[in-house]
């Protein structure tokens, strides 16, 4: 069993930045972020895998978002810049011992996970 913790959400204005953090009661995994909005299902935002070489991002993320992970710290941390409206959700944390995909199925340990509201 893996257990996830999530922070580092809140409000922001657009444009803005913030840092989300996730740790983990055991490490190497892959580990990624979602999010979800009300009455939608939940988004792939970004993947890294157990070491760190390789990251995986969504479209929507990719060159605004930059995830990296600490294993000392048994530590990823997601850093949102130009924070859009449309980026304002529920933030997942999720983990697997596999590769760092996209899909919500290939993850089997998730967070509670964090509020990131984005106003105008």
């Known amino acids: 069993q893996v257990r996830l913790v999530e922070s580092g959400g809140g409000l922001v204005q657009a444009g803005g930045s913030l840092r989300l953090s996730c740790t983990a009661s055991r490490l190497p995994y892959a580990m990624a972020w979602f999010r979800q909005t009300p009455g939608r299902d939940r988004e792939f935002v970004a993947a890294?895998?157990?070491?760190?070489?390789?990251?995986n991002y969504a479209d929507s993320a990719k060159g605004r978002f930059t995830l990296s992970r600490d294993n000392t710290k048994n530590s990823v941390y997601l850093q949102m810049n130009n924070l859009k409206l449309e980026d304002t959700a529920v933030y997942f944390c999720a983990a697997n011992m596999g590769l760092p995909g996209q899909l919500e199925s290939q993850y089997i340990y998730w967070g509670q996970g964090t509020q990131v509201t984005v106003s105008s």
């Open positions: 890294i895998s157990g070491s760190g070489s390789t990251t």
